[in-house]
């Protein structure tokens, strides 16, 4: 069985806790993005470039289209993940969606097992956490096995709502899978449930552009 080690279940964990910060506005480094005016989107394409240690030996070959008023998140703070990306739209300090991007090996073949570890650690983590579903599933055009949640966090006497997939999805050229994570609060206008979650909103748009390379 392959096993997620300890820094990148810290790192996954770390991923989804910080729905609720928001991404700085600086230009993130690394791969580069490519402003695409006519439909108000940026292009990131993942590179090997500056890459260390496990997203060097793991490295996956991918792109993706993202609302040009998201922000990438600097490398720096999220250094375990290829690429973090975060929408604009914030209430009481919560983005509205967010997705990003890592890796898993082994094929679908280990993601039931994959995702009770990567369930374990969420349990510690989120506040009224539940494990909504997990099983096989499209990720636009690629096969996926994924992990759906749901979260509360009470703030200030306010209640965020936070929905969440974890997607393993399966590599066609039979090499490292991508790690999709994808999640959405209350502060989205159309989100209300985590059947929404890259249904509604505007990530429905990033995963229909997703592409391994």
């Not at 964990?13 to 791969?31: D, I, T």
């Not at 994808?182 to 206008?189: D, F, I």
């Not at 449930?193 to 748009?205: F, N, Y």
């Amino acid at each position: 069985m392959t096993r997620i080690g300890t820094r990148r279940r810290s790192a996954l964990l770390g991923l989804v806790l910080a729905v609720g910060v928001a991404g700085s506005a600086s230009p993130a480094a690394g791969s580069p993005t490519v402003e695409t005016a006519a439909t108000a989107t940026k292009t990131y394409v993942n590179t090997p470039s500056g890459l260390k240690g496990d997203l060097r030996r793991h490295y996956v070959d991918f792109s993706f289209r993202y609302p040009s008023a998201w922000t990438r998140v600097p490398r720096r703070q999220d250094p375990l993940n290829f690429v973090k990306v975060v929408s604009d739209t914030r209430k009481a300090g919560f983005e509205a969606e967010n997705f990003a991007v890592g890796w898993f090996r082994g094929g679908l073949r280990v993601a039931p097992a994959l995702l009770d570890q990567i369930n374990a650690d969420l349990r510690r983590g989120f506040p009224a956490y539940k494990r909504l579903s997990t099983g096989r599933t499209r990720f636009g055009r690629y096969a996926g096995y994924q992990l759906r949640f749901s979260s509360r966090v009470v703030q200030g006497g306010a209640t965020t709502r936070i929905w969440g997939r974890v997607v393993l999805v399966a590599n066609p050229s039979g090499g490292n899978g991508a790690t999709v994570i994808m999640l959405a609060s209350s502060a989205s206008p159309v989100v209300r449930r985590v059947a929404d979650v890259g249904v509604k909103g505007e990530l429905p748009g990033v995963v229909r552009s997703f592409r391994f390379g």
